[in-house]
């Protein structure tokens, strides 16, 4: 996994956000998620919702709406790295290939935005950390075509696409 590491100037405004209730908000792609090979992960969105869901309960988020979380008596570092580690759901790859948008608020207004940042090719996915439908991976970013007898990642559903190699990128 490509390094989590926050850079300076958002460190600095991070540090710099007073500490209280902050929300987290996603946009995951349908397409991307539900397509066949080689356009998508061939896979129900309803899962990639719950590994999300899963990981947040455990950071101590609640969910106001499905795709809307709050965390009381927190800070803006903390609920900012939790939006990064959302990289870890299962399959490795697939929510830096489908997010349409990753905020975080807090709650008095301040904002801030990592879609472009975590999506491929952006600042917190600058490769692929695991086979990934060849037709969403970034033209720009450095990837080959798996061997043939790659595993399909989790909670993707056999298919004759899926199954050749051809479709993916690793």
């Known amino acids: ?37 080689p356009r998508g992960w061939n ?37 900012y790295y939790t939006m990064l580690m959302l990289r870890t759901i299962p399959p490795p790859g697939k929510l830096q290939s489908t997010v349409k ?3 975080m608020h807090k709650i008095e207004s301040h904002y801030y935005d990592i879609s472009q940042d975590i999506r491929l090719g952006g600042r917190y996915a600058t490769t692929l950390e695991g086979p990934t439908p060849s037709a969403l991976v970034p033209a720009n970013m450095p990837s080959v075509e798996p061997p043939d007898d790659f595993l399909l990642p989790r909670y993707t559903r056999r298919s004759d696409a899926a199954s050749n190699a051809a479709n993916w990128k690793v």
């Open 1 to 37: 996994m490509a390094d989590a590491i926050i850079p300076p100037d958002i460190y600095l405004t991070l540090v710099g956000m007073p500490s209280g209730t902050y929300g987290l908000s996603y946009d995951v792609s349908t397409p991307a998620t539900e397509n066949d090979l």
């Open 101 to 103: 948008g990753l905020k």
């Open 43 to 79: 896979s129900r969105r309803a899962e990639t919702y719950r590994q999300i869901a899963l990981y947040l309960d455990r950071g101590h988020f609640t969910r106001l709406q499905k795709s809307d979380w709050i965390r009381e008596n927190t800070d803006a570092i903390t609920t």
